[in-house]
């Protein structure tokens, strides 16, 4: 082991806290939509083009910050991160023009890009190949989590009569400080000197642009990226329009049809944790298996949505839990297979463009459901796209299979 059990389990931790709070700056827009699109007479189109530009700035920032934490300390990065994204996030809730609140929330996005990647930099650091699923499973179900939060935090400022400008101001104050604390007892990587250390080293030699090279050279984690865009594009497609879909425009006459959302980001940290650890042990390191398995069965849980009424609750709060294992489960293999396929020295920038895949692609989902859901006067059909990026992503995933595993035994072996 290259730490002792207590220092890389107290790292985990404190990584897991911070980014616990992250979404109450990113998630909390699709609770704020309905409030903000009535009160400045935005259209959901455009409500769905806002989105998209914050979707397209965390792309961005995901394949520049993942190259960045392979050079520089990204205990720094996520806490910078953090302290802007909460600027961006009170700028927006003083805001009335719809420009504006697109620009401030496109640079959010970029904001938020620089977490995930410097966060798994960091879990790579300090745990081995052998233990790394179930670490990364932990790391994903706090995100999952982090949904948890945002929504509680959200459907209880709303029941309690705030407007949506609350909702950009009071959570983000959690995730003050939690950064806060991550910033003062996080380490970037253990003291001792070890193999993996003197290959990030050797990393640190290498150029931005020959990090790029190599991850984007190698196609089978190219294969693998354009599965996770497709994973990612039907995740956003249930957190930010899940709300609306449940908010429509009588919740208050029925409350306790919002709290049926909330068994959503419930089963996606659920779904994460079990994944990870499954991945590990049932599947044998096999990661693609999982992956495959995971969104095939959440093609059918997103058409049954289709067809079952808001006024269902527990049928409707059953498939949202399964919906938010079996769609965000996957991710917790998706990311370990990063180093599997490119070695540990490359870790961060391979996460970023992986993330930068599935953050495009969401994004270009966005304004595509918005403009359906205008269009059509309902907003069901949001389930049927989810159903249709979860097959796209198995299809994908099962012709990369073989070369994936190939490339991640070949890997093992050296």
């Known amino acids: 082991m290259k730490s002792s059990m207590k220092n890389k389990w107290t790292m985990?931790?404190?990584?897991?806290?911070?980014?616990?709070?992250?979404?109450?700056?990113?998630?909390?827009?699709?609770?704020?939509?309905?409030?903000?699109?009535?009160?400045?007479?935005?259209?959901y189109s455009f409500i769905g083009w806002i989105s998209f530009a914050m979707l397209i700035g965390y792309a961005i920032g995901q394949l520049i910050n993942g190259n960045l934490a392979d050079r520089f300390s990204p205990r720094v990065m996520i806490v910078t991160g953090a302290y802007l994204s909460i600027a961006a996030n009170v700028a927006i809730s003083f805001a009335s023009n719809?420009?504006?609140?697109?620009?401030?929330?496109?640079?959010?996005?970029?904001?938020?890009?620089?977490?995930?990647?410097p966060g798994g930099k960091i879990i790579n650091n300090w745990w081995s190949s052998e233990e790394r699923g179930k670490a990364f499973g932990f790391y994903t179900m706090s995100a999952g989590l982090s949904s948890v939060i945002t929504y509680m935090l959200s459907i209880l400022l709303l029941q309690h009569g705030y407007e949506w400008r609350m909702l950009f101001r009071l959570p983000v104050l959690c995730l003050l400080i939690t950064a806060t604390i991550f910033f003062f007892f996080i380490k970037d990587k253990p003291d001792e000197k070890t193999e993996d250390h003197l290959n990030e080293e050797d990393a640190s030699a290498?150029?931005?642009?020959?990090?790029?090279?190599?991850?984007?050279?190698?196609?089978?984690?190219?294969?693998?990226?354009?599965?996770?865009g497709?994973?990612?594009?039907?995740?956003?497609?249930?957190?930010?329009?899940?709300?609306?879909?449940?908010?429509?425009t009588n919740w208050k006459q029925q409350p306790q049809s919002v709290w049926v959302t909330f068994f959503l980001p419930l089963g996606m940290a659920?779904?994460?944790?079990?994944?990870?650890?499954?991945?590990?042990t049932l599947f044998k390191g096999n990661r693609v298996r999982a992956i495959r398995i995971g969104m095939l069965i959440s093609t059918f849980i997103a058409v049954s949505m289709f067809f079952v009424a808001k006024e269902h609750f527990v049928l409707s709060a059953v498939l949202m839990l399964t919906a938010g294992f079996f769609v965000y489960g996957p991710q917790a293999c998706f990311w370990p297979l990063s180093p599997d396929l490119l070695g540990s020295k490359l870790t961060g920038t391979g996460i970023g463009c992986m993330n930068m895949f599935g953050y495009l692609f969401a994004a270009l989902g966005e304004p595509l459901i918005g403009k359906i859901i205008d269009v059509s006067g309902s907003t069901h059909p949001i389930f049927l796209i989810v159903g249709a990026a979860c097959l796209a992503s198995t299809?994908?995933?099962?012709?990369?299979?073989?070369?994936?595993k190939q490339k991640v035994s070949m890997n093992s072996s050296i």
């Not at 980014?19 to 700056?25: E, I, N, P, S, V």
């Not at 420009?99 to 990647?117: R, V």
């Not at 497709?230 to 429509?248: C, D, K, Q, S, T």
């Open 12 to 43: 985990l931790l404190l990584t897991m806290v911070c980014y616990l709070f992250f979404y109450t700056g990113r998630h909390n827009f699709g609770w704020a939509a309905a409030g903000l699109s009535a009160s400045l007479h935005i259209s």
């Open 98 to 117: 719809a420009y504006l609140i697109l620009f401030l929330w496109g640079i959010n996005g970029y904001f938020q890009s620089l977490a995930w990647a």
């Open 206 to 228: 290498l150029t931005w642009l020959q990090r790029y090279q190599k991850v984007l050279g190698n196609k089978s984690f190219l294969y693998l990226c354009v599965a996770f």
């Open 230 to 248: 497709f994973e990612n594009m039907a995740r956003y497609g249930l957190i930010f329009w899940v709300p609306i879909h449940y908010l429509g």
């Open 270 to 280: 659920i779904g994460a944790l079990s994944f990870g650890w499954l991945s590990d």
């Open 395 to 404: 299809i994908i995933i099962s012709i990369a299979s073989k070369k994936i």
